[in-house]
């Protein structure tokens, strides 16, 4: 399955590198919301080659990263680079399958339900073939650069 060529490469959205973007590419984003995919095969991180499976609560990271592809695209069009996110915490990450079996393609959404002061909650979803495998709801934080160097010098 290929990306969305109006979209810019996942790598370009993401503060990761290879092997730690596990996100394949964006499929869309709103102001709002967002969709990206994730493609099971051998060369994904957390693979099990031995069953041809990647752990189900590997799916909060993708949630997470679906959540970074967004913020990295609204500050790619805003002229900023990708920034730093922290994931906080989730509410009741439920997964309606152990495992991520080899060949499936996971659709992950996301949608920003409240924003303040660069804390947010998003309501995330991962999807196969419009099956529900698992949701959840993630408290994110993305810091101003000054906030960041200031958490990165120890200070408050």
Not at 10 to 31: C, G
Not at 83 to 89: D, K, N, S, W, Y
Not at 101 to 110: E, R, S, Y
Request: charged share 15%; hydrophobic share 40%.
């Amino acid at each position: 399955m290929s990306s969305n060529p109006q979209y810019p490469a996942i790598l370009d959205l993401l503060p990761h590198d290879m092997p730690m973007a596990l996100i394949n590419h964006l499929v869309n984003v709103t102001d709002k919301s967002v969709q990206c995919q994730v493609i099971i095969d051998s060369s994904s991180l957390f693979y099990r080659k031995e069953s041809g499976t990647i752990p189900g609560w590997v799916g909060i990271e993708y949630m997470a990263q679906t959540i970074a592809a967004w913020s990295g695209y609204h500050a790619l069009q805003a002229g900023r680079a990708s920034p730093i996110g922290f994931l906080l915490g989730s509410r009741k990450y439920e997964s309606h399958c152990p495992e991520f079996t080899d060949g499936m393609v996971l659709n992950v959404f996301g949608e920003q339900i409240l924003e303040n002061e660069g804390m947010a909650v998003f309501s995330c979803k991962i999807e196969h073939e419009s099956r529900l495998l698992a949701f959840s709801q993630l408290n994110v934080f993305v810091p101003t650069e000054e906030k960041l160097e200031q958490l990165l010098a120890g200070q408050k």
